[in-house]
């Protein structure tokens, strides 16, 4: 059973309040809260057993290695990856996505080759690889989206051909909430010798997610948007793509020997690990996806899925409002927009009313001029939100609505 209330009672910020309101936080795409079990782990993993990891043999060097080690089994496990060592543990999404455009890009592209991106991707799946096309002559193609904010397959198509030596693509857009085919997209490529790169920054926290089924080469998440710590992310490549791969960092780890003018390099995961990595937060992400793991990700989708209906539903109620994305199959991401208010100005108000909603480009500014706006205002939803907040979200834009009216007039 999928009890949000008992949920609710494991995350300690949820109970705090803002402006004198209880906290309805509605701002899980940018960073999730923190279940009490990934805050006790890290004060656990510090209390007890802080070392550095790999390279000891006493006995807090062994522990720390141990819990860094079941960390990325938890995560392949979480992903469906076969082999453990295919999970390179980063910062984040975007410095996953800026190992691949370093390590693989520069090496494997070069002039009359293209890169096939989509006109809705967030700026970490897009600069690395502007930074890219700069250094090698390759080119930058994009499959443009659906006034309904899904992707024009029918353009992907034609875009995708003999030239292309990389698709890569958000599976979930932080803006819209569409939930993009990059199963297709995977076979589209692999049919051409390309590669398949999947941004899971808004699906590895809210989807069931299995790398096989996806057919992807890369797959890229940020810890910190799915329960974990900030600092810690992940990469999963398909292992003969990884092991083809130079090196990204160089330094102490990713190393097997070194001489003064030339050295050799560590096997997999190592090689992309440079230097002491941000252990206690690889152990408190393994902490989360044992808890996320615990909920299944299917309940979690259902979950969501529902609130974000509702959200939709309720908004499309609202006069004059204007939605974006497609209001089917929908993650729990909402964008809207308000007449002659400025989203900047939405998001000041509700937080008077203790919602935290974002307002902004959301890192996406070629999306936003495809949308014809600066900016949106964006609620999204996670596990513990409740259709309750949805209402209290719905009467603070009202009351913010009426504020501006009465300012208006
Ligand atoms: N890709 C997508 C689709 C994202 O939504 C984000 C972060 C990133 C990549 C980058 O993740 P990071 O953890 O490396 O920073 N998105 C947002 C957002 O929507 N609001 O704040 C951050």
Redesign the pocket.
């Known amino acids: 059973m999928y009890d949000v209330k008992e949920i609710r009672d494991d995350f300690p910020i949820l109970s705090r309040e803002v402006n004198g309101k209880p906290l309805v936080y509605l701002d899980n795409?940018?960073?999730s809260q923190k279940p009490r079990r990934v805050l006790d782990k890290l004060a656990e993993y510090y209390e007890l057993h802080n070392a550095n990891p790999h390279r000891g043999v006493h006995r807090l060097a062994e522990e720390a290695t141990m819990m860094f080690e079941e960390s990325r089994e938890k995560v392949a496990g979480f992903i469906g990856a076969e082999d453990s060592r295919s999970v390179i543990f980063t910062?984040?999404?975007?410095?996953s996505i800026n190992l691949v455009a370093y390590a693989w890009g520069r090496r494997n592209l070069r002039e009359g080759d293209e890169v096939v991106l989509t006109e809705s991707e967030?700026h970490?799946?897009l600069v690395p690889w502007q930074l890219a096309a700069r250094d090698t002559g390759a080119k930058l193609r994009f499959i443009p989206i659906r006034d309904d904010g899904t992707l024009d397959m029918d353009e992907a198509e034609k875009l995708i051909g003999e030239n292309t030596k990389l698709v890569s693509c958000?599976h979930?857009?932080?803006?819209l909430g569409t939930v993009n085919p990059v199963e297709a997209l995977a076979e589209m490529a692999h049919a051409n010798d390309a590669l398949m790169m999947v941004?899971g920054?808004?699906s590895g926290p809210h989807l069931p997610v299995d790398v096989a089924s996806l057919g992807c080469d890369f797959f890229a998440a940020?810890g910190?948007?799915m329960l974990g710590p900030t600092g810690v992310?992940f990469l999963w490549g398909r292992p003969e793509v990884l092991d083809s791969m130079e090196p990204f960092l160089g330094g102490g780890e990713m190393i097997r020997e070194v001489h003064l003018d030339h050295s050799t390099w560590n096997d997999l995961p190592h090689k992309f690990e440079a230097g002491t990595m941000n252990v206690a937060q690889v152990v408190g992400l393994g902490a989360a996806v044992d808890y996320l793991n615990a909920l299944g990700m299917e309940n979690i989708r259902e979950h969501e899925k529902k609130l974000g209906e509702y959200a939709y539903r309720r908004l499309s109620d609202m006069e004059g409002i204007t939605i974006y994305g497609p209001s089917e199959d929908r993650t729990g991401v909402v964008s809207f927009a308000l007449p002659d208010v400025h989203p900047h100005d939405i998001s000041q108000l509700l937080d008077e009313e203790g919602v935290a909603i974002?307002s902004g480009h959301?890192?996406c500014q070629p999306l936003m001029r495809r949308l014809g706006v600066a900016a949106t205002a964006r609620a999204s939803f996670y596990l513990y939100n409740t259709e309750e907040e949805v209402d209290l979200l719905m009467d603070a834009i009202q009351k913010a609505r009426e504020f501006f009216g009465a300012f208006a007039s």
């Open positions: 795409a940018a960073t910062r984040g999404t975007t410095e967030h970490s799946n958000i979930a857009s932080n803006v941004d920054a808004q940020s910190h948007k992310g974002r959301h890192c």
